[in-house]
T-cell receptor
Framework: NAGVTQTPKFQVLKTGQSMTLQCAQDMNHNSMYWYRQDPGMGLRLIYY???????DKGEVPNGYNVSRLNKREFSLRLESAAPSQTSVYFCASMTLGGTEYGYTFGSGTRLTVV | AQSVTQLDSQVPVFEEAPVELRCNYS??????LFWYVQYPNQGLQLLLKYLSGSTLVKGINGFEAEFNKSQTSFHLRKPSVHISDTAEYFCAVSDMNYGGSQGNLIFGKGTKLSVKP
């Protein structure tokens, strides 16, 4: 099925460990996004990539890095995980196509840092 | 920069009653507007979106929303709710002039709808 695929779905890390969250879309969208969701805070933008080869900071980029590997893939890396990064992470892609303008979200990665 | 305010963090309502979830936004440019629903421990599902045209937008599961440009609002309504509508609802906005940071989807903090029997 076409859409946005995130891996892993669940992860537990120890403080200071590193990991990469993977995201891939097969809809040929140019723009991709990483959000984090925390209770009572809604979804906040971490980083985005407007097109292949470009990345920019969103509202809460500290402690994260991203790579737009190609048009399909956009990964999020935590170099040294902290308990404050315990959250649910969503990847999304966006199409501009007229009435089809919209965003497709992955199913999320639930990350716990202990 | 855009911002979104969902005026109620929690809305309790009895089954078969009508409900309105309020959303206001601020932006210096024209916007696209969205409502998403998130059921417990699940991802985001698009309920409806306003891109242009009629200001009354109908979505899935009997929900509708009305875009009011003068009041910068996009309230979500349903005339009769069911237990299965219990979920968290998010209003979101993106601006119409795509390029650079424009086009990013900005979310409100969410409204938890709790439907009681």
């Amino acid at each position: 099925n076409a859409g946005v695929t995130q891996t892993p779905k669940f992860q537990v890390l120890k403080t200071g460990q590193s990991m990469t969250l993977q995201c891939a879309q097969d809809m040929n969208h140019n723009s991709m996004y990483w959000y984090r969701q925390d209770p009572g805070m809604g979804l906040r933008l971490i980083y985005y990539s407007a097109s292949e080869g470009t990345t920019d900071k969103g509202e809460v980029p500290n402690g994260y890095n991203v790579s737009r590997l190609n048009k399909r893939e956009f990964s999020l890396r935590l170099e040294s995980a902290a308990p404050s990064q315990t959250s649910v992470y969503f990847c999304a892609s966006m199409t501009l196509g007229g009435t089809e303008y919209g965003y497709t979200f992955g199913s999320g990665t639930r990350l716990t840092v202990v | 920069a855009q911002s979104v305010t969902q005026l109620d963090s929690q809305v309790p309502v009895f089954e078969e009653a009508p409900v309105e979830l309020r959303c206001n936004y601020s932006s210096s440019v024209s916007v696209y507007l969205f409502w998403y629903v998130q059921y417990p421990n699940q991802g985001l599902q698009l309920l409806l979106k306003y891109l242009s045209g009629s200001t009354l937008v109908k979505g899935i599961n009997g929900f509708e929303a009305e875009f009011n440009k003068s009041q910068t609002s996009f309230h979500l309504r349903k005339p009769s709710v069911h237990i299965s509508d219990t979920a968290e609802y998010f209003c979101a906005v993106s601006d119409m002039n795509y390029g650079g940071s424009q086009g990013n989807l900005i979310f409100g903090k969410g409204t938890k709808l709790s439907v009681k029997p």
